[in-house]
């Protein structure tokens, strides 16, 4: 487990709930996500018609295992205090955030010298292009959605700093030698496998995994389980995978993510096999999940 794996993980789930809104109800099993925090912060569980953008990044880290460095709050001004009081605050509006990075707005910024107002908005970063920053943002108009900034630009009020460096060595600190713990989730959300259910290469039938048999898997490496699925499936594995589509914006039908690989939701696999310039078979194996839960 790395930095950058973990900053990756919080950008797909981020990215997996974008369109939820309050409109159609969507945004509810965010605001749940995060009334499962424990503890609660401030022992608040927030109600589906409060401002739910601080709850949007605290859901996001509680999906990740990852409240104890992207700090959960259901408002922006103790969240700030979280990060100050971990030293992991920057004041700086003119720091060039990485991807995964938390950053805050007050919009009663005069553009004078550095904001130091009370925050009014939370979102996450998900990288920076040349001077933009890109963003996804719970509760923007209502729903979650990109929006974009300029390094240093009027509003920034500053970031909070997760220390995802120091959550990855004490994750691989604490994995076994030569995989990683049976049963516990990678950044994109799949199970680990037992390394000793892995199947070998030289025996794996057709539309099995291919990977390397257990004696072959070096010390710290971990091989996800990835399911091959096509149309008629019904399953968790196919509701991710529906998820992560949608991320990426291809819309896999009226229906959602319901788990159904039916008809919408193989067309938006064609799709997206496409633009990735893969065999648009329909079918998510191995080339298409790797695609699909890469960073970019």
């Not at 009020?157 to 691989?172: M, V």
């Not at 995994?209 to 898997?217: Q, W």
């Not at 991710?240 to 067309?267: H, I, K, M, S, Y």
Request: glycine fraction near 12%.
């Amino acid at each position: 487990m790395t930095e950058h794996d973990l900053r990756a993980g919080v950008c797909a789930q981020a990215r997996s709930w974008l369109g939820r809104r309050e409109a159609d109800g969507s945004h509810r099993e965010i605001i749940h996500i995060y009334n499962q925090i424990t503890p609660l912060p401030r022992g608040y569980k927030l109600r589906y018609d409060d401002p739910w953008c601080a709850g949007f990044v605290s859901a996001v880290a509680q999906t990740q295992g990852l409240t104890g460095i992207v700090f959960p709050e259901c408002g922006c001004i103790p969240m700030i205090a979280a990060y100050k009081k971990a030293g992991r605050w920057m004041e700086d509006d003119a720091y060039i955030p990485q991807p995964g990075d938390v950053i805050f707005y007050d919009w009663q910024d005069s553009g004078v010298g550095d904001n130091m107002g009370a925050a009014d908005h939370v979102g996450i970063v998900i990288g920076v292009s040349g001077s933009v920053i890109n963003i996804i943002e719970g509760n923007c108009g209502h729903q979650v959605q990109y929006t974009a900034r300029q390094v240093n630009g009027r509003c920034i009020r500053g970031y909070g700093l997760p220390d995802y460096a120091a959550a990855a060595a004490k994750l691989t600190q604490d994995e076994p030698v030569g995989a990683c713990a049976t049963g516990s989730p990678n950044p994109a959300g799949i199970v680990i496998p037992d390394p000793e259910s892995v199947p070998d290469p030289d025996t794996a039938g057709d539309g099995a995994l291919h990977v390397p048999s257990p004696s072959a898997i070096p010390a710290g490496w971990c091989q996800p389980a990835l399911p091959v699925l096509r149309i008629g499936d019904a399953s968790e594995a196919v509701r991710a995978a529906q998820l992560l589509l949608r991320g990426r914006g291809f819309g896999v039908g009226p229906d959602g993510a319901d788990g159904d690989f039916g008809v919408n939701t193989e067309a938006a696999v064609r799709r997206f096999q496409m633009s990735r310039g893969i065999e648009a078979d329909g079918v998510i194996g191995p080339v298409t999940w790797t695609e699909l839960i890469k960073f970019t």
